[in-house]
C-alpha cells in the first residue's frame, strides 16, 4: 500500500477534483458540440460555424440560436409582423426585427431547410442527446480515467 500525507489537504484535493472536472467538462462539452452540429440548422452555415466551447460550455451566438431553437415564427409584440426580409450587398438572405423590438412566438412553426443537415430541427440539443447521451457518458468516463489519473 501507498500513502501520501498532504498539508491542507482539503484545499489541495478540492483542487484536484475542481482541475480534474473542468477537463472532463470541456471534453464532453467538445463532443456535444461535435455531435449535436448536424442537427443544427443551416442555410448559410452561420450558426453552427459560430457555435464555440467554451470551458465546460456550448455557446450558440444569441439571439439567433435561441429563436431557432424553439422553433417557433417570431414577430414584433408591438406591431404583430415577422422580420424585415432582404438582400445583402453580397446576396446574403437577411432577416431583421427593428433594434429594440420585443419579440413574440406564434403558433406557427419553422421550417429548416434539410440540404446540409438532414437532421436540422429545433430543440437540436435534444435530439442530439437521444442520439447520443450513452456515447457522451462514456467520453465522460474515459476523461475521468485519464485525467483522474495525474492528479
Sequence with gaps: MNFK??????????????ATET???HVVAQ???????????????????RTRVVGNKVIYPEP?????????????????????????????????FPAGATLMPTERDLVFTKD???????????AAKAQNLEKWLRVAQKAVDEYGDNE
Design 31 to 49: 463532443q456535444i458540440r461535435t455531435d449535436t452540429s448536424a442537427y443544427v440548422p443551416f442555410l448559410t452555415g452561420s450558426l453552427d460555424q
Design 116 to 126: 446540409f443537415h438532414p437532421m436540422a430541427q429545433s430543440h437540436w440539443f435534444e
Design 5 to 18: 500525507i498532504i498539508d491542507n489537504a482539503s484545499d489541495s484535493v478540492l483542487q484536484a477534483i475542481k
Design 64 to 96: 439567433y440560436a435561441r429563436y431557432l431553437y424553439y422553433g417557433k415564427v417570431m414577430v414584433n409584440s408591438v406591431t404583430g409582423k415577422g422580420a424585415m426580409h432582404y438582400f445583402d450587398k453580397s446576396g446574403n438572405e437577411v432577416f431583421r
Design 23 to 25: 477537463r472532463v467538462g
